[in-house]
């Protein structure tokens, strides 16, 4: 095995600002889409409701739309 190289401190710096800078990135865009998606869940849930009670009439309708003998 080869001996591990000394690595520079100039790219250890650079390594570790690219982290942080990373991590400083990450959590102002998280903070950022955080409110949008929570918009886009409330939305999603309204629609949901509407669609659900949509599909809840038209089963009691087709239900009482049916000809059948055994009613």
Do not use: C, H
């Not at 918009?39 to 009670?53: C, D, G, L, S, T």
């Amino acid at each position: 095995m080869v001996p591990p190289v000394a690595v520079s401190p100039l790219i250890k710096t650079a390594r570790w600002s690219a982290l942080l800078l990373g991590v400083i990135y990450g959590k102002q865009r998280f903070d950022y889409l955080k409110p949008i998606a929570e918009e886009e869940r409330r939305v999603e849930e309204a629609e949901k409701k509407a669609r659900e009670e949509q599909e809840r009439i038209y089963k009691q309708l087709s239900e009482a739309n049916s000809d059948t003998i055994l009613k």
